[in-house]
């Protein structure tokens, strides 16, 4: 019994060893952003769904605002592997470091891990059983779904719509906030 359980355990880390790097480990290396907000700007926003329209796309803002799912492999994000920084694309709010990005061939940009104290969570029962979605903690904007199998350090796949996220690669500033009504 313990020669199979041997045997069985080596198959599978030889299945393990010929799956892409980039699948299994996030990339931990380059440049980043100094995404430090001070808590002000993590307060919520007041500012209204509709509000958000004139500077979203119409796909964009169905999915923020609307909660809804873009396509699968529709993303030009799902391949970018840049260093930088994914901000949310209403408010640019700053949500992942590259550092946290992995290959989890979904056809979504997924992530090990967001920026501390910059999303929140909540259940999503649209699908009969529950699901943890996510949304920007400063305007509401959904992102996504997160998920238990991912790679570690922490096990989880936060998987994001590309149209609710903006990259901004490390060489370039990170852009202004925005969305706070006058």
Same mark, same amino acid.
């Given at each position: 019994?313990? +020669?199979?359980?041997?045997? &069985? ?5 030889? =299945? ?5 790097? #980039?699948?299994? !480990? ?8 100094? *995404?430090? *907000?001070? !808590? &002000? ?9 509709? !509000?958000?329209? !004139? =500077?979203? $796309? ?13 396509? $699968?492999?529709? $993303? /030009? ?9 994914? *901000?949310? @694309? ?13 290959? $989890?061939?979904? &056809? ?21 059983? /529950? +699901? ?7 305007? %509401? %904007?959904?992102? #996504? ?5 991912? /790679? ?11 149209? @609710?996220? +903006? ?16």
């Amino acid at each position: 019994m313990k +020669r199979r359980r041997f045997i &069985g355990g080596m198959s599978a880390l030889g =299945v393990l060893s010929m799956l892409p790097s #980039g699948w299994l !480990a996030a990339r931990a290396d380059g440049a980043h952003h100094d *995404v430090a *907000v001070n !808590a &002000g700007e993590l307060e919520r926003l007041s500012r209204s769904a509709d !509000a958000w329209r !004139a =500077v979203l $796309s119409d796909d964009a803002w169905q999915v923020l605002f609307r909660e809804r799912t873009e396509p $699968s492999f529709s $993303s /030009p994000l799902d391949s970018e592997y840049g260093d930088g920084t994914y *901000v949310c @694309a209403a408010c640019h709010l700053p949500l992942f470091s590259s550092g946290t990005k992995f290959d $989890s061939r979904t &056809g979504w940009p997924s992530f090990y891990e967001p920026l501390q104290g910059h999303v929140d969570t909540k259940l999503d029962f649209r699908l009969i059983w /529950p +699901r943890t979605e996510y949304h920007c903690i400063r305007c %509401g %904007g959904h992102q #996504g779904h997160v998920f238990n199998d991912g /790679p570690e350090p922490t096990g989880e796949r936060w998987c994001n719509n590309g149209l @609710a996220l +903006r990259f901004v690669r490390a060489d370039e500033p990170l852009p202004d906030l925005r969305g706070r009504e006058t």
